[in-house]
């Protein structure tokens, strides 16, 4: 079963992606969402987008944008297909960017991506639009092409969502050249606190298993949502053994060794616990900002991962109360100093 580093803005970098594969990694890394139209047009922070490091031929690139023309494009040039019309600059240049594919996000219920057309929005257009949009993006380079997709629009007596429409909507993926799916198993309203119908991703897959066969082609279907420890891992595994595989966001972030762990257990490797020295992690998490991210980012992708690796410990409310007030990156490494020289026994894991 393939592991896999989820899409999450402002969170799947270059520099938490090397966090990741310093505790040995996953199977794919998934970019953080990428606007086409921006991004082909060469907007100040597309140079720090485009950064493949530190496994390209691990990363999948996920679009978004309401236009296919743009989408078509932008996976032109990101799969090297076709010149940017903007130069990069030397010192953002990250050699091979060779990737595995495009993924298009089909999944994100952000209201401002929703507003726009992008998003799940592609979910509730009609599908002979969404058919002709991937396979304009599918012909437009040499590489696989997925979909990360939910359940689908609530209905309006907001009872659940249309069975029929999410199976006529898998039918069309599928006819589209779409040689990966995967699937958050949540509607558009619903949040993170309401538990995923694991039912759904392995009655899915057995679907998309049998749409495939028939058509004498290989679909992988993906699993994501709520796997936070090995025994959720073993618990996704039991609902769903036809998946070919499991996407984990939030989790990877507090505890970027999680796949690791995860690995271990998989392939019944008896191998000494990992210990891992919290400080030094952060420490690493900041060098990286400061190596992948523009200034401008430093604030805000500081407190988004924080929020998350805070979680760790036993005063978690505290110092991310510090660390979201901290003015500089420096400032959030004296509080973790601090925190630690007060509970030194919460360093190690």
């Known amino acids: 079963m393939k592991l896999i580093f989820a899409p999450m803005a402002t969170l799947s970098h270059a520099g938490m992606r090397q966090i990741i594969d310093k505790f040995g990694g996953c199977d794919e890394y998934y970019t953080e969402m990428i606007h086409a139209t921006s991004f082909i047009h060469g907007s100040k922070f597309e140079p720090y987008y485009s950064m493949s490091c ?45 990737a595995i594919g495009i993924d298009i996000n089909m999944g994100c219920s952000a209201p401002d991506i929703f507003k726009f057309g992008s998003g799940i929005a592609w979910m509730s257009k009609p599908l002979n639009e ?20 939910r359940l689908g629009e609530d209905t309006h007596d907001k009872v659940g969502f249309s069975e029929t429409h999410f199976y006529e909507y898998l039918d069309m993926l599928i006819e589209s050249g779409v040689t990966q799916i995967v699937l958050h198993p949540r509607t558009r309203r619903e949040k993170t606190s309401r538990p995923p119908r694991y039912k759904y991703i392995e009655d899915a897959a057995l679907y998309v298993h049998k749409k495939a066969l028939e058509k004498n082609t290989n679909i992988s279907f993906i699993g994501n949502g709520n796997v936070a420890s090995k025994d959720d891992y073993n618990k996704y595994c039991k609902i769903c053994p036809d998946a ?76 991310k109360n510090q660390i979201l007030n901290a003015k500089t990156l420096d400032k959030t490494l004296f509080f973790l100093e601090e925190y630690f020289t007060k509970m030194p026994n919460e360093r190690f894991v």
């Open 244 to 319: 070919d595989g499991l996407m984990i966001a939030r989790a990877a972030v507090q505890k970027p060794w999680i796949f690791s762990q995860i690995a271990n257990t998989r392939n019944c490797e008896l191998k000494s616990p990992l210990e891992i020295d919290l400080y030094d992690l952060a420490v690493s998490f900041i060098d990286n900002l400061r190596k992948y991210q523009p200034e401008e980012f430093y604030k805000t992708r500081a407190q988004r991962f924080f929020t998350y690796f805070c979680d760790n410990f036993s005063f978690a409310t505290h110092i």
């Open 54 to 98: 530190p496994a390209p031929q691990k990363l999948v690139w996920q679009l978004t944008d309401c236009n296919a023309d743009k989408l078509s494009e932008c996976a032109a040039i990101l799969m090297e297909e076709q010149k940017p019309r903007w130069r990069v600059p030397e010192n953002m240049q990250s050699g091979d960017k060779r």
């Open 130 to 149: 969404v058919y002709d949009m991937l396979h304009k993006v599918r012909g437009s380079f040499k590489g696989r092409l997925s979909c990360k997709i």
